[in-house]
């Protein structure tokens, strides 16, 4: 009995003072040069495009707090010398400001630019980390 009690003594202040699982969407620059990245996105009714987050070599930034509600994500990113990392989805993005885009069409009519993002298939994970690499 004696050493029941000792493993629920011992067990129970663990379990009580464990963090929280976080779940977020990550981007990790491990390029040399520092990048700027745009993010796309469809919430099951709109489409969405969000940016510019600039992330320095070598780091990572969190996108998107709390748990994804999407499989795909849709990218952009610059590093300002020519390097992309891009793909056939277009979006509305802005010429160097933050910006919040939504909906996916008539981009120019908006004063907005239009880039090609790489979709990101998270398979529904609740938490997602992407690498952007040379």
Known sequence: MRPLLLL????????????????????????????????????????????????????????????????YYYLYANDGFGGTWEGRTRFCTSVGTKFLAPGRADCSLRGLDQHGFFEVDTGKSPDWTQTLSN
Not at 45 to 52: A, K, L, R, V
């Open 8 to 71: 629920a003594i011992l067990t129970v202040p663990a379990a009580l003072s464990a963090t929280p699982a976080f779940a977020d969407f990550t981007v990790c620059n491990k390029s040399q040069l520092a990048a700027r990245v745009a993010l796309g996105r469809f919430d099951g009714t709109h489409w969405t495009s969000q940016g510019w987050w600039t992330i320095a070599p070598k780091t990572c930034t969190k996108l998107l707090n709390g748990q994804l509600q999407a499989r």
